[in-house]
């Protein structure tokens, strides 16, 4: 238990930065989560890395998502609908209250619980949303359009789907959102990570991702053209999962990232915001071993409330 204090330590600095919310015109990124799909605890792990956050909710992680806040446009946008979404909701409310900023779209990355199982609460039995932009890659258009629940949504214009193309921008009144292909678990649809820009600073957000070797894209050379990466971070390094093959869930162990990214410049290292943490990723303890090598190397660990101007 005493592990995790720190974790309430960095949680209480992240809300003291955050608690009022941001004096300004600019854009800018609010992370609403950082956890993998299922959150952290998860469900059915009594196991010793999980108990503090079964005994103490302010200890608890939401799966992975970020809103884009356009104050001057007094326009907000969500990446990934999460099973977390009514929290995410009202923590994306406190900070751009919903009668002065629209739900301009949502954006989804691909079709594993964590990143579009919210979407049912934009559903009759719920919110009852009307005609709600979702954003979604071709494979996921259909897959949603076709498959039950997901479409009573579209049939009931609770949500409406707005195709995605491959590197194609979709422009927001000074938000710039541009979807890329990436190498993951594609049972259902693609995956994608998306570029944001802004006037003055470009953010790339990868969660899901396989080995950054399957990518023909060069980690180092996407973090130096961007101010920000929030990448994969689901696993910290090999054996996190005992007795489980971990080849066969291929995400970028945190150790493997940081060796594709060492011969960065500690302002280059800077750009790198860790997100996306497993359960048993001991960078959701700020207090952790890990956690403290990870920052003193000159990178991020991502935490909920933290603002990123764009």
Same mark, same amino acid.
């Given at each position: 238990m005493k592990a995790h204090i720190g974790i309430i330590a960095a949680f209480i600095l992240?809300?003291?930065?955050?608690?009022?919310?941001?004096?300004?015109?600019?854009?800018?990124?609010?992370?609403?989560?950082?956890?993998?799909?299922?959150?952290?605890?998860? !469900? =059915?792990? $009594? +196991?010793?890395?999980?108990?503090? #956050?079964?005994?103490?909710? *302010?200890?608890?992680?939401? %799966?992975?998502?970020?809103?884009?806040?356009?104050?001057?446009?007094?326009?907000?946008?969500?990446?990934?609908?999460?099973?977390n979404l009514p929290t995410q909701l009202y923590a994306l409310d406190q900070e751009a209250p919903n009668e002065r900023?629209?739900?301009?779209?949502?954006?989804?990355?691909?079709?594993? !619980? =964590?990143? $579009? +199982?919210?979407?049912?609460?934009? #559903?009759?039995?719920?919110? *009852?949303?009307?005609?709600? %932009?979702?954003?979604?890659?071709?494979?996921?258009?259909?897959?949603?359009?076709?498959?039950?629940?997901w479409s009573q949504l579209v049939e009931f214009e609770n949500i409406r789907l707005e195709a995605l193309q491959e590197q194609q921008t979709i422009g927001f009144s000074g938000i710039d959102v541009t979807p890329f292909l990436v190498p993951h678990r594609d049972e259902f649809s693609e995956t994608v990570g998306y570029k944001i820009a802004g006037p003055n600073k470009t953010a790339v957000f990868i969660p899901d991702i396989n080995k950054w070797s399957a990518w023909d894209t060069d980690l180092a050379t996407l973090v130096r053209s961007v101010d920000y990466a929030l990448i994969d971070a689901t696993f910290y390094d090999d054996g996190e999962l005992p007795g489980r093959d971990m080849s066969q869930v291929p995400h970028p162990f945190v150790s493997e990232s940081m060796d594709a990214l060492s011969e960065l410049s500690n302002e280059e290292r800077a750009k790198v915001w860790f997100i996306h943490f497993n359960h048993t990723n001991p960078l959701l303890n700020a207090e952790s071993d890990e956690s403290k090598f990870v920052r003193s190397e000159g990178y991020n660990v991502a935490a909920e409330g933290v603002r990123l101007p764009l």
């Open positions: 992240v809300l003291s930065s955050s608690v009022a919310r941001a004096q300004t015109d600019e854009p800018y990124i609010y992370i609403l989560g950082v956890a993998q799909d299922a959150g952290y605890p998860q !469900i =059915g792990c $009594y +196991a010793e890395h999980c108990l503090p #956050g079964w005994a103490d909710p *302010s200890l608890q992680r939401g %799966a992975t998502s970020l809103a884009v806040i356009n104050p001057g446009a007094r326009q907000k946008f969500l990446f990934e609908a999460t099973p900023f629209q739900l301009r779209g949502v954006f989804l990355t691909h079709a594993h !619980i =964590g990143h $579009y +199982a919210g979407l049912m609460f934009f #559903g009759h039995e719920a919110m *009852s949303t009307s005609d709600q %932009a979702v954003y979604a890659m071709p494979r996921m258009f259909s897959f949603l359009e076709s498959n039950g629940p």
